[in-house]
């Protein structure tokens, strides 16, 4: 299976502050037809995971555009350009490119 | 509205057997490949099974193969999990997700249903 890393495991930061998230895999996660099948997730204190960014860097119906992704290859970023206090909760990267969808293990962002 | 609720979690004690159901409401339930996923207390995120719309297409995790069964009816909406044999470390919220695209992001999570595995 792809393993999914993400780095920093935990993230205090002050509102209005950017904020970053890095998930690196195992191996790369083009797809043969070409795709990059990496997403984001957000999942709030009590809640489901809700998607955020599919395919690298699009922005899921609703996402307010200061979720922005990116990355290439192995190796991809989540920004929060200004965190507002609603951003707190865990944030998952996740591969569906090879069978065994994996998830990484997850970065808590936190308000200072 | 697009939902998706679970039901049939519970406790039940090592070795039994649950069937989790995920039923789909606001959208062609049968156009979309379905998956569970499930959490451990305090833990993070695990891909449980995969089911394409027609369920030509089925797999599992190597954790869960032998012992589960993912299922669907697509005249009743709803998306099913039989869990055999279970272990403590089933333990977990298991959510029903469906995927934006083949494959793809899972764009559609339920809320989730407890599954306690517990003597």
């Known amino acids: 299976d792809i393993v999914m890393t993400q780095t920093p495991l935990s993230s205090p930061v002050t509102l209005g502050q950017p904020a970053s998230i890095s998930c690196r895999s195992s191996?790369?996660?083009?797809?043969?037809?070409?795709?990059?099948?990496l997403s984001w997730l957000q999942q709030r204190p009590g809640q489901p995971p809700r998607l955020l960014i599919y395919?690298?860097?699009n922005r899921f119906s609703g996402v307010p555009d200061r979720f922005s992704g990116s990355g290439a290859g192995t190796d991809f970023t989540l920004k929060i350009s200004r965190v507002e206090a609603e951003d707190v909760g865990v944030y998952y990267c996740?591969?569906?490119?090879?069978?065994?969808?994996?998830f990484g293990q997850g970065t808590k962002l936190e308000i200072k | 509205e697009v939902q998706l609720v679970e039901s049939g979690g519970g406790l039940v004690k090592p070795g039994g057997s649950l069937r989790l159901s995920c039923a789909a409401s606001?959208?062609?339930?049968?156009?979309?490949?379905m998956n569970w996923v499930r959490q451990a207390p305090g833990k993070g995120l695990e891909w449980v099974s995969s089911?394409?719309?027609?369920?030509?297409?089925?797999y599992y995790a190597d954790s869960v193969k032998g012992r589960f069964t993912i299922s669907r009816d697509n005249a009743k909406n709803s998306l099913y999990l039989q869990m055999n044999s279970l272990r403590a470390e089933d333990t977990a919220v298991y959510y029903c997700?469906?995927?934006?695209?083949?494959?793809?992001?899972?764009?559609?999570w339920g809320q989730g249903t407890m599954v306690t595995v517990s003597s």
């Open positions: 997700a469906r995927v934006l695209g083949d494959p793809d992001a899972f764009d559609i």
């Open positions: 606001g959208f062609t339930f049968s156009s979309y490949s």
């Open positions: 089911i394409s719309s027609s369920s030509s297409y089925i």
């Open positions: 191996q790369s996660l083009v797809h043969s037809d070409g795709n990059t099948y």
């Open positions: 395919k690298i860097s």
């Open positions: 996740m591969q569906a490119t090879q069978l065994g969808y994996t």
